[in-house]
């Protein structure tokens, strides 16, 4: 359940971003607290992707603010100029965010565990023997430890996804990201990624989820938030939101995707 301390673990405040002439995020605002599964749903373009890209630096706002369980990573001054943490610092905030991508992102060229391995000693500079172990565990919970010295090649969509999973919870993050992590799945690989997921919401994982599996967002999430136009439309709890939305642009969509 969510944290009953005032402090959220991700507070985004008006985050503005444009791509050119185009407004991706209008002033998108929202806070997450601890142990929260945030489901963020709307349509393709709604901005959902570069919210969540925007809160790990991955795309750098035009303006606005995003606090990190406390740790300032951007603000925006009284003249407008966005203000960025140093590298090192803003490099130290995001560690706190594991990530996992459409596409998997897996590195080709290394075994699986290989890839669960090399963040946590090239980044932390832990050791092979100390961070093994740790690996080989998150293998297991994902349910692919007998595929250690497999290469992603060798891996199916979904065995590719959990791999992705466990080696973003192998730099052990308070918090996870997901950029729709099922988009790119055959229908018959989605639960499995899914479950995995599910297990991580069960541990009280803080996790932001931007998807299209309504199933996901209805049961799994505390907390469901649609977004379109490039800004938060609606929000609230998913037993609500689904049953009795409240905005036309809300209904209008879980029309189309139930």
């Known amino acids: 359940m969510p944290s009953t301390t005032t402090e959220p673990m991700i507070r985004a405040a008006h985050l503005h971003k444009r791509f050119g002439d185009h407004e991706v995020l209008k002033g998108v605002s929202l806070e997450i607290g601890k142990g929260e599964v945030i ?3 709307g349509p393709s373009g709604s901005g959902k ?24 990573l951007v603000t925006t001054d009284a003249s407008g100029h966005c203000r960025y943490a140093p590298d090192k610092e803003a490099r130290r905030i995001c560690a706190k965010m594991g ?5 998997f992102n897996l590195f080709p060229h290394l075994s699986v565990l290989g890839n669960l391995i090399e963040a946590p000693m090239t980044v932390k500079g832990l050791s092979r023997d100390a961070i093994v172990p740790v690996a080989e565990e998150l293998l297991r919970k994902v349910g692919l430890f007998a595929k250690c010295d497999a290469y992603p090649s060798q891996l199916s969509g979904g065995q590719k996804q ?11 993050p308070d918090i996870m990201l997901f950029d729709e992590p099922t988009s790119a799945l055959d229908p018959e690989l989605t639960g499995e990624v899914l479950r995995t997921m599910r297990q991580l919401a069960d541990e009280h994982m803080t996790m932001l989820v931007v998807t299209h599996e309504m199933a996901f967002a209805r049961d799994v ?5 649609f977004m379109d136009g ?29």
Do not use: K, W, Y
Not at 99 to 103: E, P, R, S
């Open 39 to 41: 489901a963020m749903i």
């Open 49 to 72: 992707s570069t919210f969540l890209r925007c809160l790990n630096q991955l795309e750098r706002v035009d303006r606005g603010e995003v606090i990190i369980e406390g740790e300032t």
């Open 99 to 103: 990530m996992v991508f459409q596409h």
């Open 162 to 172: 959990r791999v992705a999973i466990a080696r973003a919870l192998a730099m052990a």
């Open 221 to 225: 999430s505390t907390r469901t938030v």
């Open 230 to 258: 490039g800004d938060i439309v609606e929000a609230g709890v998913p037993a609500d939101l689904f049953s009795n939305p409240q905005q036309p642009r809300t209904r209008a969509f879980l029309n189309h995707m139930l």
